[in-house]
């Protein structure tokens, strides 16, 4: 089974605190992606990448960065937190094609205060 | 511009009804991929299915069944004798950009 781990589960955090979630995928995918899920919006696509030291920016990038230094670990970063980054984080990688089928982890619930 | 509509925000039901869950999308790719997936309160989200564009037969799994249109550039999901155990926001994605829709909690009460 595809497993993709998220690294913290809930976390708290105070604004203008840098903040990161680590994701380790154990499939040897290609693919890993970070998204936010807020209620009424659904799953928005911050950042993905395709290949180790590869990203390409999502929907909603600004405010947010992204590492992949090795193949099976995408971490997203907080370089300055704010108030309206207060959302579910939801990691997930998938292999190269468009038809294939993306896993996710179990997200990591941010709180900034 | 590739979207996803799921209109329906929340659905209540009865266990034992059945519903039908909505999904229209938008995209100007001619190969493409649909998906489902089910979010429970645990909040891990569960692949359901996978259609590609050049497929258009409908698919039953169980209880479940999804209906591809592709000339009203739909993919609806329905769940028969619905059960509480199907409760869970459900999420329809198009993945040639990886775009998921809105989700639609689904309610069901015994």
């Known amino acids: 089974d595809v497993k993709v781990t998220q690294s913290s589960r809930y976390l708290v955090k105070r604004t203008g605190e840098k903040v990161f979630l680590e994701c380790v995928q154990d499939m040897d995918h290609e693919n890993m992606f970070w998204y936010r899920q807020d209620p009424g919006l659904g799953l928005r696509l911050i950042y993905f990448s395709y290949d180790v030291k590869m990203k390409e920016k999502g929907d909603i990038p600004e405010g947010y960065s992204v590492s992949r230094e090795k193949k099976e670990r995408f971490s997203l970063i907080l370089e300055s937190a704010s108030t309206n980054q207060t959302s579910m984080y939801l990691c997930?990688?998938?292999?190269?094609?468009?038809?294939?089928?993306?896993?996710f982890g179990e997200g990591s619930w941010l709180t900034v205060v | 511009a590739q979207k996803v509509t799921q209109a329906q925000t929340e659905i209540s039901v009865v266990e034992k009804e059945d519903v039908t869950l909505d999904c229209v999308y938008e995209t100007r790719d001619t190969t493409y991929y649909l998906f489902w997936y089910k979010q429970p309160p645990s909040g891990e989200l569960v692949f359901l299915i996978r259609r590609n564009s050049f497929d258009e037969q409908n698919e039953i799994s169980g209880r479940y069944s999804w209906n591809f249109q592709k000339s009203t550039s739909s993919f609806n999901f329905t769940i028969t004798a619905s059960q509480v155990v199907d409760s869970a926001v459900y999420f329809c994605?198009?993945?040639?950009?990886?775009?998921f829709g809105a989700g639609t909690r689904l309610t069901v009460k015994p």
């Open positions: 997930a990688s998938a292999t190269t094609g468009v038809g294939n089928t993306i896993y």
């Open positions: 994605a198009l993945k040639g950009g990886m775009r």
